[in-house]
Antibody, heavy 119, light 107 residues
Framework: QVQLVESGGGVVQPGRSLRLSCAAS????????MHWVRQAPGKGLEWVAV????????DYRDSVKGRFTISRDNSKNTLYLQMNSLRPDDTAVYYC????????????WGQGNLVTVSS | EIVLTQSPVTLSLSPGERATLSCRAS??????LAWYQHQPGQAPRLLIY???NRATGIPARFSGSGSGTDFTLTINSLEPEDFAVYYC?????????FGGGTKVEIK
């Protein structure tokens, strides 16, 4: 069965960096687009970034453009999110999510990884 | 950015009752809309995609309808495990957006 396991979260000061990882198994990772979705405390879900199946295309929500970078290593079945210049409003549980076929819906999710940006 | 507005914010119902959840888009998303169930502390689960298609393994009591700007998720005969927060999500435009959620709680 599909498994997505995030790691790399924690507490970080404003302006610092953090890298999240998402280890995938149970499916052919290199065939699917992958996303990061986050949920701030007490808030709803918010899409963050997408990367195509082969890593050739990426897109981001405006508030993270220029600060976050999504990448993948298909040889390691791993998705990444490099987060720089972190701000308190980036505090959230971050989920990696797999696309449903070629459609940008999310049919499998990780359990989530909390990132807290605080001094 | 397409804004999705869900209503009501909270729905208080008893097991066995029918739940009707609404999602309204700020502009047409055609039928490019999904519904998710989110239990506290768990990963969200895809229920419905492209407005009316049930995802793999989703019980028949969940159904979706609508097109354009108005969409509905119906849960027939609520089971105890159905009490959760439900989100809609559109794929018509980048950036992908979610609604604010509807919490279905036990009355």
């Amino acid at each position: 069965q599909v498994q997505l396991v995030e790691s790399g979260g924690g507490v970080v000061q404003p302006g610092r960096s953090l890298r999240l990882s998402c280890a995938a198994s149970g499916f052919i990772f290199s065939n699917y687009g992958m996303h990061w979705v986050r949920q701030a405390p007490g808030k709803g879900l918010e899409w963050v970034a997408v990367i195509s199946y082969d890593g050739s295309n990426q897109d981001y929500r405006d508030s993270v453009k220029g600060r976050f970078t999504i990448s993948r290593d298909n040889s390691k079945n791993t998705l990444y999110l490099q987060m720089n210049s972190l701000r308190p409003d980036d505090t959230a549980v971050y989920y990696c999510a797999k696309e449903k076929g070629v459609l940008p819906y999310f049919d499998s999710w990780g359990q989530g990884n909390l990132v807290t940006v605080s001094s | 950015e397409i804004v999705l507005t869900q209503s009501p914010v909270t729905l208080s119902l008893s097991p066995g009752e029918r739940a009707t959840l609404s999602c309204r888009a700020s502009q047409s998303v055609r039928t490019f809309l999904a519904w998710y169930q989110h239990q506290p502390g768990q990963a969200p689960r895809l229920l419905i995609y492209d407005a009316s298609n049930r995802a793999t393994g989703i019980p028949a009591r969940f159904s979706g309808s609508g097109s354009g700007t108005d969409f509905t998720l119906t849960i027939n005969s609520l089971e105890p495990e159905d009490f959760a927060v439900y989100y809609c999500q559109q794929r018509s435009n980048w950036a992908l957006t979610f609604g604010g959620g509807t919490k279905v709680e036990i009355k």
